[in-house]
């Protein structure tokens, strides 16, 4: 069983920054893309960011040239680097793997607990 582990989350004001991380913990498995999703009060859960094993990234359009997804392998963490914030990025963020399990050699999607991110002033 893998588990993921999210901090950083926070209270901000407008333009401000925070840095979200991701580890993954648990035995005998592989990681391949690992992700960012949001979901605000009333709104179904959305992409926020994604980054593949190899390091190719993909981000939703309100958050592109603001935020930042990275990760470090030989820590199974990822990062999420969230600048110039606005309101609107007020949202409980989730963080995503796709994991393989070098037992069963089957793959799976396992999330985060969530960690809540608010905007204001």
């Known amino acids: 069983q893998v588990q993921l582990v999210e901090s950083g989350g926070g209270v901000v004001q407008p333009g401000g920054s925070l840095r979200l991380s991701c580890a993954a913990s648990g035995r005998s498995f592989r990681i391949n893309a690992m992700g960012w999703y949001r979901q605000a009060p009333g709104k179904q859960r959305e992409m926020v960011a994604t980054?593949?094993?190899?390091?190719?990234?993909n981000y939703a359009a309100p958050v592109k040239g603001r935020f930042t997804i990275s990760r470090d392998n030989a820590k199974n963490t990822v990062y999420l680097q969230v600048n110039s914030l606005k309101p609107e990025d007020t949202a409980v963020y989730y963080c995503?793997?796709?994991?393989?399990?070098?037992?069963?050699?089957?793959?799976?999607?396992?999330w985060g607990q969530g960690t809540q991110v608010t905007v204001s002033s």
């Open positions: 980054i593949t094993s190899g390091g190719s990234t």
């Open positions: 995503n793997a796709n994991i393989l399990s070098t037992t069963t050699w089957a793959t799976r999607d396992y």
